[in-house]
Every structure is written in structure tokens, then in C-alpha cells.
């Protein structure tokens, strides 16, 4: 008895690849929309107004690397909608567990032994202390191993051009806006939007001015880059160039240890300081709390091991 194979005619095993291949990309457009069609011609009108180079600016937007990212303002709404109605932590003293853990504590301590001379350096000249900066790039990027995997352009543009609460309303959750909390939501996007473009602004300038370009600069998703996580305002005004190569760049440790002190220095550290005028300076360095509380719990694990030595 013969066995029947299965056949199919070449002409339909060609449209059935098609299908195959065409359907994918239609997932694509309908899932991201804005990624695939997002109109930058409002910030490059507005970035040329303001005295970028418009050829330039339109040439930076065309770039393949471009994209439009709802994440970044779609998370700060929400973020920030839903702190209206929390209740404020219980616990004063509250801090990141996971940063106080032993072995955590360890990787600090032989990152700070590798980089004593280069940390003494900077006490010596800022008077801030060595446990306090690597507790801080500790907290901040995990010691440089994660200092974000977001272009920061595509953060700082996407957020920009998200003035109109309806631009990213289709990536909100569907209950977060009501009608009691609408005018708030369209009023902090329009906030956050002017923000971002503030930082855009930054961003490009020193990204230009230092041979930076600035589709390479990673960070974290609301643009903060270095293993300091500076936004891009306070790099130019607070970024030191410590090796003298005639640029800041915060993806090194020289530039990173003193820009970071020289910032602590700049908001009012001082060579003699109590914990409650610290924790001051800290806020201004990051609004909060707990993360303050962390940094000093760290800073003072690693200094009582210090002076056990």
C-alpha cells in the first residue's frame, strides 16, 4: 500500500510565510504606536527656538537610536498620583535592606580598599569621607554595575514631548485617572514635560561640549548618568574634571568621586558635621528618606569596620 505524503502547493507555502511575516509587525504597530510614529517636530521647533542649530537638532532626531519611550512619563504619573493618597511610612528610620545585607556590605568595603588613594584625595580636598561616596554609588548604580540601560535622550525627549496628558494616557492604567484627579494629572504632565526638556536641554549641551555623543549616554529611566547619577543640569555646574582629560566624565571613578563630593561640598558639607546636618545635605542630593537613611547606615557599617582595623 502507498503512503500518502502531505503536499502543499509552493504558491500557498510562499503566502503562508508572508502571513508568517507580516502578522509580527502588525503586533508591533498596534502595541507601540508612538514608538513607531512619534512626531518630534514640536521639540525640534522648540529646541531651534532656544538657540540649538536646527539642522543639527533635526539630524540627531532622524537617528535609527530614537525612539519614543512612554515608560518614563507614564511611571511618574503614576508614581506620583498614587502618593497623593498614601499614607506616609510609619517608620522614620526605614532604610533599603537589601543594600545592608553582609555581602553587600563586603563588595562596598573592597571597593572602597581598591580606591583608597583616590578617595583620600577627595576627603582631603572636600572633607567629605570616603564611606560616604562609595555608600553613595553604592545605593545609586551598585557601584558602577548598573547605571541604567535607557538612552537618557530617549528618556528626556520622550518626557518632553509628552506635555498632553493624552499623549500618554493610553499607557496609564485604565482606573488611575478619575474625574477628581484629572486636572492634577494633566497639570504634573505638563510639569514634568517642561522638566524633562530643561534636562534634554542640558543633556545635549554637554554631550556636545565634552566630544559625547549624545545617543551613547545611558541611564536610568527618568535620565540620571554616571556611576554618581547626576541629572543632566547638575553635571556642567557640579561635574569635576578630575584627570584632566579635558572633559567630566561621570563613567569614570575619578570624575564620579569628586563630582559627587564637590556636590555634597557645593550644598553645604562641611569638614565638621553632625548626623542631623548631614542627613541635610544628603536631601539635596536625593529628596529621600529612606534612601538618606540607607546611605548613612551603609557610610557608618563601613567606617566602625575601618576603625576595627
Not at 53 to 71: G, Y
Not at 86 to 95: F, I
Request: aromatic fraction near 10%.
Amino acid at each position: 500500500m502507498k503512503s500518502r505524503h502531505w503536499y502543499m502547493h509552493p504558491a500557498t507555502l510562499n503566502l503562508g510565510f508572508r502571513v508568517l511575516l507580516v502578522v509580527p509587525l502588525l503586533i508591533v504597530v498596534v502595541l507601540w504606536p508612538c514608538r513607531a510614529f512619534a512626531d518630534w517636530s514640536p521639540l525640534i521647533d522648540r529646541l531651534a527656538a532656544d538657540g540649538f542649530d536646527e539642522t543639527t537638532v533635526r539630524t540627531l532626531f532622524s537617528r535609527a537610536e530614537v525612539t519614543f519611550e512612554p515608560s518614563p512619563m507614564s511611571n511618574k504619573l503614576k508614581e506620583l498620583i498614587e502618593k497623593v493618597d498614601r499614607l506616609p511610612s510609619d517608620n522614620p528610620k526605614a532604610v533599603y535592606e537589601g543594600f545592608l545585607k553582609k555581602n553587600v556590605i563586603a563588595q562596598a568595603r573592597s571597593y572602597l580598599q581598591e580606591n583608597i588613594e583616590l578617595l583620600e584625595n577627595v576627603n582631603n580636598k572636600y572633607c567629605v569621607p570616603k564611606e560616604i561616596i562609595v555608600s553613595i554609588l553604592l545605593v545609586e548604580t551598585l557601584l558602577g554595575d548598573n547605571v541604567g540601560g535607557k538612552l537618557a535622550f530617549n528618556t528626556l525627549a520622550s518626557m518632553a514631548l509628552s506635555t498632553d496628558l493624552e499623549t500618554i494616557r493610553p499607557y496609564l492604567p485604565k482606573r488611575l485617572i478619575n474625574p477628581g484627579n484629572e486636572d492634577f494629572a494633566r497639570t504634573i504632565c505638563r510639569q514634568k514635560a517642561d522638566w524633562a526638556y530643561g534636562e534634554l536641554k542640558a543633556l545635549v549641551s554637554y554631550a556636545y561640549r565634552s566630544g559625547f555623543d549624545p545617543l551613547t549616554l545611558r541611564g536610568s529611566i527618568y535620565g540620571a548618568i554616571g556611576l554618581c547619577q547626576f541629572m543632566p543640569s547638575n553635571i556642567l555646574p557640579y561635574g569635576v574634571d578630575a584627570n584632566n582629560n579635558g572633559r567630566i566624565d561621570l563613567f569614570t571613578k575619578a570624575d564620579a568621586f569628586y563630582s559627587t563630593a564637590n556636590y555634597l561640598r557645593e550644598h553645604g558639607w562641611k569638614c565638621t558635621m553632625d548626623k542631623s546636618s548631614q542627613r541635610e545635605v544628603i536631601l539635596r542630593y536625593n529628596k529621600s528618606s529612606i534612601y538618606v537613611n540607607t546611605v548613612l547606615a551603609v557610610a557608618q557599617k563601613l567606617k566602625n569596620k575601618s576603625h576595627h582595623k
